[in-house]
Every structure is written in C-alpha cells, then in structure tokens.
T-cell receptor, first 113, second 113 residues
Framework: NAGVTQTPKFQVLKTGQSMTLQCAQD?????MSWYRQDPGMGLRLIHY???????DQGEVPNGYNVSRSTTEDFPLRLLSAAPSQTSVYFC????????????FGQGTRLTVV | GENVEQHPSTLSVQEGDSAVIKCTYS??????FPWYKQELGKGPQLIID?????GEKKDQRIAVTLNKTAKHFSLHITETQPEDSAVYFC????????????FGTGTRLQVTL
C-alpha cells in the first residue's frame, strides 16, 4: 500500500494563478482532510470530507475549493493564488472520522510569488 | 470551536534525560487526544493517543497522561535518544464522524549528545 500520496512535492506559483494539489489514498478511508502548516501555527484545517460527495469547511477555508467524487481522491484547488497561501500543505485520511489515527501524506511545499 | 494550546514551543534536553510536553484544550466534548511526531521534510506520524475514558497510556519510552477535569494532557518521553529529535504536535477531537481534529502549535524537541 502506498498510503496517502500527494503531488506535486514542490510548486511555485505567481499571484493570481490557479492550481490543484492532488491527494490520493489507497486505504479505503472515508474521512479525508487538508491542512496547511505555517511556522508557529501548527496544522490548521482547510477542508475535510466524511465520504464521497460530502465536504465541509475547516478553520481556514477561504481561497480554497475541494471536491470528493471518489473515496480515493480529495483534490485541493487554489482559485487565485495569493502570497498568504505560501505554506506547506498536508493531506490526511482516517478510517472513521477525526477520532482515529490520521495518516498524512508527505506534503506539498507551495510558494506564491 | 476547539482550541488547543501547547507548551513549550522549543525544548532541548540531553540524551538520556526526560522530556515533557503539555497541552490544554477548551472543548469539554473532546474525547480523543493523539500525539504526532514530524521529522524534517515528512508528514506527521501518530506516536501515541489516548481517549477520555483512560487517564494514562504507555508505549515503551513514551507515555501520555490526561486530566479531563483540568482539560490538559501531556506527553512524556523517557531516556531520550537523538532520534527523538523532531517536532511534536498534540491534537484533540470528538468522536463523531463529522468531528474535526484540532492541533496545537507544536514543540521542537532537540536531544543533544
């Protein structure tokens, strides 16, 4: 099993550009989530999904969109990148909700110039 | 929503000494408290977790204690080794399928020889 796979690992965007961060898991987990990690601020929840077709907002959803058309995939879209979105992004999946072990991907380091 | 505070932000100990990291949470409905270790360039990985019906849990050199009345929980690492050097995050969540995992801001632990 590959676990949780994120692509790309690194990305540089210009302000105003859009892009999609990919996340895929092969563990048949229902619950998936996206976090951003900034120095001194820990991991903050952007969006999460409790199953295919169901998504909800986390703590910092502005500027990001998600969809969940399959159990395996949970892409994160940046609609119009801003320098404030420079961060490391982590995707995670858990078997049953947030009250079980979360498995994280390796992260995507995004720089917006 | 839930708020998790974590202290200290940095911790330096000598090899063989013990390390203690403390967290407090705000939502009395939270009942799952995991600890994650993040090594450089990698995603966080679960090292131990505790549920609200348990006061203490041990796994070899690591232990977690929970005081529900005071809403705080702590990570204890004994006989620290250089490979324990990493960033540690505490987190809290409820157990419902739509619950969210809220992280502390992290503690950078450095174990010196």
């Amino acid at each position: 099993n590959a676990g949780v796979t994120q692509t790309p690992k690194f990305q540089v965007l210009k302000t105003g550009q859009s892009m999609t961060l990919q996340c895929a898991q092969d563990m048949n987990h229902e619950y998936m989530s996206w976090y951003r990690q900034d120095p001194g601020m820990g991991l903050r929840l952007i969006h999460y999904s409790v199953g295919a077709g169901i998504t909800d907002q986390g703590e910092v959803p502005n500027g990001y969109n998600v969809s969940r058309s399959t159990t395996e995939d949970f892409p994160l879209r940046l609609l119009s990148a801003a320098p404030s979105q420079t961060s490391v992004y982590f995707c995670a999946s858990t078997p049953q909700g947030a009250g079980t072990e979360a498995f994280f991907g390796q992260g995507t380091r995004l720089t917006v110039v | 929503g839930e708020n998790v505070e974590q202290h200290p932000s940095t911790l330096s100990v000598q090899e063989g000494d013990s390390a203690v990291i403390k967290c407090t949470y705000s939502d009395s409905a939270s009942n799952y408290f995991p600890w994650y270790k993040q090594e450089l360039g990698k995603g966080p990985q679960l090292i131990i977790d505790i549920r609200s019906n348990v006061g203490e849990k041990k796994d070899q050199r690591i232990a977690v204690t929970l005081n529900k009345t005071a809403k705080h929980f702590s990570l204890h690492i004994t006989e620290t080794q250089p490979e324990d050097s990493a960033v540690y995050f505490c987190a809290a969540s409820g157990s419902g399928t739509a619950s969210k995992l809220t992280f502390g801001t992290g503690t950078r632990l450095q174990v010196t020889l």
